[in-house]
């Protein structure tokens, strides 16, 4: 994989480039957290991609985009949300099998994003079958094909970002947690900082290549980085102490299985890796952490409250703590005083100041004659 010269980022300003050119990485502003996440998903692959949560305007497909110009010829493969599952993964042309023997691939769009970037945007409305089969081969780097009991199997290693607005619905917390890292953002709340961003995008607007190519050396070392730090990772082992130090981590986050250690040893080797290290120490551990703990250990808090709630009505120090009834209290003539010879009518059952369940009469059912006999 070759590093892009300098001026592949700084293109003739026309009115047809202009449009197409993406909003440069090294611009972002006030977005370190999201750029570091960036960077180590295109790293190594195998973390199992990002997903991306936060508000309307807060640049999550801009920086999607900005990612995929970093990489040297990297496609930049958008999925539809009415996508189905055929155009995913594709298909196998079986009619072709029995006509010349021949097994033909019909590619979809994980194959089509193989060496790139597959963005997926409110990941949080596509059908839970879909994004399943997406992480599957987002974390294997394997996509297979399987048609009428004729498989077939092919690379697909890409980067994975998947964004979501949470106001529009959240994610099932096991395809929550099969996406390897996570970045929170939020709306701007410096003045200083919304000024910044508001200054940087009004460049772009105005002259997209003229902000590119100021950009391009910052940009050029940049993908250069990431394209070493790729080759580097084969070289990087985890010491026991980093292997523990992890461990540690996912223990007290409380979260459930080992996947969250996993990304932290991959995410923390890939750090060490673009800061051209030749080990990976628990400070890369710590780095790392909050990437790829946060959204599961947000999972664990919800069910965790989930389970805590009980139902007042049925909670026996709900009807202990009850204040008693005053005799003028419209329900007192079901409670007679004490040595009163009425028989009580029994206390409701359900929330303090509940009617009383009301005996309800039978009403008589009209007998039927039986059946004629059956004429021989």
Known sequence: MTTPHASAYAPAPTAESAVRLPFPFTALVGQSQLQLALQLAAIDP???????????????????????ALL??????????AASLEQLVGTLNVEDVLRDGQ?????GMVT??????????????????????????AASGVNTVERDG?????AARFVLVGTMNPEEGDLRPQLLDRFGLSVALSNPVDAQQRAAILRARLEFDADPAGLVARHAPQLQALGAALVAARAALPRLAWSDQVLRHAADRALEAGVDGLRADLVMLRAARALAALQARDEVTVVDVDAVAELALAHRRLQRVERAEGQGRSEPQTHPQTLAQAPPR???????????????????????????????????????????????????
């Open 103 to 107: 097994l033909r691939l019909a590619p």
């Open 112 to 137: 089509r994003a193989h060496g790139g970037v597959l963005y997926v945007d409110e990941v949080n409305l596509l059908p839970d079958a879909l994004v399943d089969a997406l992480l599957d081969v």
């Open 150 to 154: 004729i498989s077939q199997q092919h």
């Open 326 to 376: 005053s005799q003028d209290h419209p329900l007192a003539a079901n409670h007679p005083a004490a040595g009163s010879n009425a028989v009580p009518t029994p206390a409701p059952q359900g929330d303090w100041g509940a009617l009383p369940a009301q005996p309800v009469g039978l009403t008589p059912v009209q007998r039927i004659a039986g059946w004629p006999p059956k004429k021989a």
């Open 72 to 81: 040297p010829g990297a496609p930049f493969v958008t999925l539809p949300l």
């Open 46 to 68: 195998g973390i199992g991609g990002l997903l991306i949560s936060g508000p309307r305007g807060t640049a999550k497909s801009t920086a999607a985009r900005a990612l995929a």
